[in-house]
């Protein structure tokens, strides 16, 4: 019994911090990381590269790089997302209860006191990572307030600002990775930036489709928004020219995977059941 109750808690707490959703989330630092890597790498071994960095810029970054930033990062984000799920779930827990909504608060699975220290507590504890652990606390210290603003804000301004909160909060977690290896300022100046508005582009759309998951859709409402995803990595292409080719293929798969099983369903009425799987399949 004792065990079954220790389960039926875990599976809670993971649902109210929303756990399945943290490959994503890595991801996000990863790809940041790698793509600096890429930058640096091509920038110093290629001669018919542009040079992005002379030599004492090399030496500064390579200063800079420390092997346990990237994974304090990580951690970091994922306290600040995950933290910012169980505010989410905190702030609306009278909405949930009304509308009848399988969410453990208001299954009384967890108290909202519990909730709310759940919450803040990973986003306090991600505060502290970043002025020890990250080159540019700052930047974590932005994504803090703006994943704040989105969970707390109230219902009203996540109908309004909602996708383009999260579009900058995931945007900003993918910068993270970068910042690692790079200041502001080479971001700034590099080709980074068009990966980081691709990528931005493809989370607004993905969130104002996520937006009709309660009530559903009509196809023809919901196809617009799978095509912009898909047209979302066009600011890739400005990126490096020897790498233009993979980026077309990948682009081409990723527009294939979005578009073949919306296509067909485009003139019928999409519940929210059919809705939510094309959010988790985006």
């Not at 004792?2 to 490959?23: C, Q, V």
């Not at 502001?184 to 104002?208: H, I, M, N, T």
């Amino acid at each position: 019994m004792a065990d079954s109750k220790g389960e039926k808690s875990f599976a809670a707490w993971a649902r109210l911090y929303r756990l399945a959703l943290a490959p994503t989330v890595l991801w996000d630092v990863s790809a940041g990381y790698l793509l600096g890597q890429i930058l640096i790498n091509q920038s110093l071994a290629t001669p018919r590269w542009a040079s992005l960095f002379d030599s004492q810029r090399a030496f500064q970054i390579a200063e800079r790089i420390r092997p346990y930033q990237f994974f304090f990062t990580a951690i970091t984000i994922l306290l600040i997302f995950h933290g910012g799920m169980a505010l989410n779930d905190w702030a609306d827990r009278g909405l949930d209860a009304k509308a009848g909504r399988n969410r453990p608060i208001p299954k009384n699975l967890i108290s909202p006191r519990w909730a709310l220290l759940g919450g803040l507590i990973p986003i306090v504890e991600a505060g502290i990572l970043a002025g020890f652990f990250h080159p540019e606390p700052n930047w974590i210290l932005a994504l803090i307030f703006l994943a704040l603003l989105y969970n707390l804000g109230g219902s009203a301004l996540r109908r309004g600002l909602g996708p383009l909160l999260l579009s900058l909060c995931r945007s900003l977690s993918f910068s993270a990775g970068i910042l690692i290896l790079l200041n502001p300022e080479d971001l700034a100046s590099s080709s980074a930036l068009w990966a980081v508005g691709g990528y931005a582009l493809y989370v607004l759309f993905l969130s104002r489709m996520a937006s009709k998951e309660e009530e559903g859709g009509h196809g023809m409402n919901m196809l617009p928004f799978i095509g912009l995803m898909a047209l979302s990595p066009l600011p890739f292409l400005q990126m490096s020219e020897s790498t233009s080719w993979v980026l077309i293929c990948g682009w081409l798969l990723l527009s294939a995977w979005l578009l073949y099983p919306a296509l067909p369903d485009r003139h019928i009425f999409w519940v929210p059941e059919r809705v939510q799987a094309a959010v988790r399949r985006s």
